[in-house]
């Protein structure tokens, strides 16, 4: 179910489970769309050459990839602020699951505080994130 | 060079700017890549069509620090980013990013002193009007002066 007002948040609610799409062909779009045509976010080899273990989804896009979840969840809700620690890489053509958690309502502000990560199949956080979001 | 000095010479002082044109193709790309559905991030041709609030966190000054800062003997590691969207950004303007540090703190351990830099993108619109700011956190393991050659960089 989808969160179209305040009333509809609950604390400790679970956001439904996303997963990115983080093929290479995607992130290639995203680093286009971004000015971020390096190796490194393009092709798996380059990122090697770099000492990688393979092309990298830039941090800005697991950012983005943190509201678009919040906004499966939440459709009219406002971002105020997102803030995102980039532990460990996220690799592209990987399969990685984003979740998030309420961790605090305001009803005077009727905001909504969200934990947020982004971990690998072996269950490891790549990215965390909190989000303050202003629900209608 | 001690952190009050830092704060002193360099907080609160622009040292870039930068002009960052929105195109509506970008915008669309960049929504659906992450998976934005909604068509006012997806849809050109949608009244509402603006930016996913992150997009400003795309831009990139031409400097990451002031060009006097001292080096410190190490490299400026990526610690982290924050948005904060003010107004909805609209395809076809020129927006400006205008960058300064934000914060100076340190903390030491038994490796010894990291210093963590909060650097501050205000990025306005052709108005002046603030349509978000971006902070880009860095951290610096600083070097024992031997180390880094004992002079600053």
Redo the contacts between chains.
């Keep these: 179910m989808t969160v179209q007002r305040f009333e509809d948040a609950e604390f400790g609610e679970e956001l439904p489970l996303?997963e990115?799409?983080l093929t290479l062909a995607?992130?290639r779009?995203?680093a286009?769309?971004?000015?971020?045509m390096a190796p490194r976010f393009t092709d798996h080899e380059g990122a090697r050459k770099e000492g990688l273990p393979g092309a990298l989804v830039p941090?800005?896009?697991s950012?983005?990839?943190l509201?678009?979840?919040i906004?499966?969840w939440a459709?009219g809700a406002?971002?105020?602020?997102?803030?995102?620690?980039?532990r460990a890489p996220v690799i592209a053509d990987e399969p990685h699951k984003v979740s998030g958690v309420v961790t605090d309502l305001d009803a005077a502000a009727r905001t909504a505080e969200i934990d947020l990560t982004i971990t690998n199949a072996a269950g490891e956080t790549r990215v965390l994130g909190t989000a303050r979001v202003k629900l209608g | 060079m001690e952190i009050e000095e830092l704060k002193r010479k360099f907080l609160n002082l622009d040292f870039d700017q930068r002009e960052f044109p929105v195109r509506a193709?970008?915008?669309?790309?960049?929504a659906?890549?992450?998976?934005?559905?909604?068509a006012h991030y997806t849809d050109p041709n949608h009244p509402e069509f603006r930016a996913?609030?992150?997009?400003p966190?795309?831009f990139h000054g031409r400097r990451m620090l002031p060009e006097d800062f001292p080096r410190l003997g190490g490299i400026p590691l990526?610690?982290?980013?924050?948005?904060?969207?003010k107004a909805p950004i609209r395809a076809g303007v020129t927006l400006v990013g205008r960058s300064h540090l934000h914060e100076i703190f340190e903390k030491t351990g038994r490796s010894g002193r990291m210093i963590f830099l909060v650097a501050r993108m205000e990025v306005r619109g052709p108005d002046e009007t603030l349509v978000a700011i971006v902070?880009s956190r860095m951290v610096i393991r600083e070097k024992p002066a031997k180390e880094a050659g004992g002079a600053p960089q």
Excluded: L
């Design positions: 996303f990115p799409d995607n992130v779009k995203f286009r769309a971004a000015e971020m941090g800005v896009m950012q983005a990839i509201v678009a979840m906004h499966r459709p406002e971002i105020e602020k997102i803030d995102t620690v980039f | 193709e970008a915008m669309v790309d960049f659906t890549a992450v998976g934005e559905t909604a996913v609030p992150t997009f966190a795309r990526d610690a982290g980013k924050a948005v904060m969207p902070d």
